[in-house]
């Protein structure tokens, strides 16, 4: 592992092969957008947006516009939606940098329109519709507090506005992982009706995107012009209720250390702060250079599992900032330096983030996206 005592080894054939996948789902005609918000989750922003665009995604989407200047400012000139809140004063950035915000207000895209105008150029945008979600975005007909609905009538402002080009139109969904697709199905309808009042007003858009990564497996009739992939790009699975059967996605991220120090203790011997777990026989003690400054969450005190010498053994004791502790009395020769698989395989056995999620009572998401930026990616292609 080199001058490593820990490390999240990124294997981008994986990410190759999980785009190219998902590329077979939507066909040649639809375009895609792989979303690298949030450090690709967990995965390495600027590695990661270069590997998708080598593998022909046409979009890259970020949360922030922190994060679309980084990829420029390495050179990564493919197109860059991004999905937060960006203030109408952040305009200037936006054009120098050649970033496409979301508008979600008629007032907001109105200032960023006089903004762009006052610099001689038209901003690019993609106006977010809020059809279910209950996050960002205009609300339809049925959902607005005016009865009427503003969504149309404001999407209608922000299409005419000269100082924007509105490129793309999208919404989320917030359920198209679960089995039952009703609640999808209802938002992806209400999304059509919407595209369908406003092309009635002469109102189109070149980008009409809807699909995240549950609707690209399980709902093609949603691809639309443009999808984006997020989870999926990372060979996660969104939920275990999707067909796994149209899709093998291959895990992205292995997280590695390596055993700093034994100690042969006695029974009855306490283990890190407090002394919540005290070893029932005589034992090995592990210490592991990972800690929840590292991402390993503290939750996982005498809960989690890691890999050593190809056998699954238990946390014991309280994980510490930097340090967790292992009971490896049952591994056969075990010795300093020797590899711990924190996330990932080794032997025949792995160690997935749905099962530490599972552990945690969250979701794998979480899991690889706060592995935290001390701990250096090392890429494999």
């Known amino acids: 592992m080199g001058t490593h005592d820990i490390r999240a080894e990124i294997d981008l054939s994986a990410v190759d092969h999980n785009l190219k996948g998902l590329r077979r789902l939507t ?4 375009r895609m957008l792989a979303a690298v918000k949030a450090n690709a989750y967990g995965h390495g922003l600027v590695e990661v ?3 998708a665009a080598a593998s022909g995604v046409h979009m890259l989407g970020v949360a922030r516009a ?4 980084e990829l420029r400012a390495s050179g990564i000139g493919a197109p860059v939606l991004i999905f937060g809140y960006t203030p109408p004063d952040a305009v200037p950035e936006l054009l120098r940098w050649d970033l496409i915000p979301t508008v979600f207000s008629a007032a907001a895209a109105e200032a960023m329109s006089v903004a762009a105008l006052a610099a001689g150029r038209r901003l690019a945008v993609h106006v977010k519709v809020d059809t279910g979600m209950g996050r960002i975005g205009l609300l339809p007909a049925g959902r607005h507090p005016d009865g009427e609905g503003a969504a149309v009538p404001e999407i209608e402002r922000i299409a005419r506005l000269k100082g924007l080009s509105p490129e793309g139109i999208y919404t989320h969904f917030a359920a198209s992982d679960s ?6 199905g209802r938002q992806f309808e209400t999304f059509m009706a919407i595209l369908s009042a406003l092309a009635g007003k002469g109102i189109t858009f070149p980008l009409r995107h809807a699909a995240n990564s549950g609707a690209v497996i399980d709902m093609p009739q949603t691809h639309l012009d443009m999808v984006r992939a997020g989870i999926a790009v990372y060979g996660l699975y969104p939920s275990d209720e999707v067909d796994r059967g149209r899709i093998d996605l291959v895990p992205a991220m292995t997280l590695k250390a390596r055993i700093a120090q ?12 407090a002394g919540t777990y005290v070893t029932p026989r005589p034992t090995i003690i592990a210490t592991v250079p990972v800690g929840y400054a590292d991402g390993y969450r503290r939750a996982l005190s005498s809960r989690g599992v890691m890999l050593v010498g190809g056998l699954r053994v238990p946390v014991v ?6 340090l967790t502790m292992l009971d490896v009395g049952g591994v056969p020769g075990v010795a300093p330096g020797d590899e711990v698989v924190i996330l990932g395989a080794q032997g025949g056995e ?4 749905e099962e530490i999620a599972g552990r945690l009572g969250t979701i794998h998401y979480e899991v690889v996206s706060t592995v935290m930026a001390r701990v250096p990616r090392i890429f494999r292609s």
Do not use: H
């Not at 792995?350 to 983030?353: K, L, S, V």
């Open 317 to 322: 004791g309280r994980v510490c900032m930097d």
């Open 66 to 69: 922190e994060e679309g200047i």
């Open 179 to 184: 089995r039952d697709k009703t609640s999808a």
């Open 262 to 273: 034994l100690k042969s203790v006695p029974a009855g011997f306490p283990v890190s702060y």
């Open 27 to 30: 066909g040649p005609s639809v």
């Open 350 to 353: 792995r160690i997935t983030a």
């Open 49 to 51: 947006a270069r590997q």
